[in-house]
């Protein structure tokens, strides 16, 4: 799907239990993005990784962690620190000496 | 670090007139200029962007237009059919040419009607 896969497309969470959301991509993009969005604001960066074994957090890290063990795939932890994780999250790539970014279908979670 | 603010939240225009969605950003390093389109439930689509070194850029009905002295730029898009609707997006990077870490604007609501 356009070259970056989310999964699962919907997730549900109780409160209290951590879950991971997976972000694969066979583009051989150097850089990963995760966003969240949330209805009526725009895309806020999570945490992004510019190469393999190395990331950075973003504007609104706090309550989530990330891995790149490998250069396709860069997974997100939603812990239980994450107060109010329902959104819509996005993954993304970028290809050294390209444009945009390239975005993956997007995983919706819900806590209930 | 980088702020984008994007008006207006919502526009409603007639079939065939024009649409503008307009931008500011905060910081003077910023060099690329891109905008995406969503619709309801999907991934943003790339539809244009433009570099700090070019002050405009079209491609078909779409046009992107950029003032790095005020730091704005605006999207505009000529002839609006209703598959235009969706929600917009504009972004901005300090871009690299390794890495580029996008700060995006709220969005707006584009709603074309006939």
Known sequence: ?112 | GENVEQHPSTLSVQEGDSAVIKCTYSDSASNYFPWYKQELGKRPQLIIDIRSNVGEKKDQRIAVTLNKTAKHFSLHITETQPEDSAVYFCAASFHTGTASKLTFGTGTRLQVTL
């Not at chain 1, 993005?33 to 949330?38: A, G, I």
């Not at chain 1, 959104?87 to 995983?107: D, I, K, V």
């Open chain 1, 1 to 112: 799907d356009g070259g970056i896969t989310q999964s699962p497309k919907y997730l549900f969470r109780k409160e209290g239990q951590n879950v991971t959301l997976s972000c694969e991509q066979n583009l051989n993009h150097d850089a990963m993005y995760w966003y969240r969005q949330d209805p009526g604001q725009g895309l806020r960066l999570i945490y992004y990784s510019q190469i393999v074994n190395d990331f950075q957090k973003g504007d609104i890290a706090e309550g989530y962690s990330v891995s790149r063990e490998k250069k396709e795939s860069f997974p997100l932890t939603v812990t239980s620190a994450q107060k109010n994780p329902t959104a819509f999250y996005l993954c993304a790539s970028f290809r050294q000496g390209g444009s945009g970014y390239t975005f993956g279908s997007g995983t919706r979670l819900t806590v209930v």
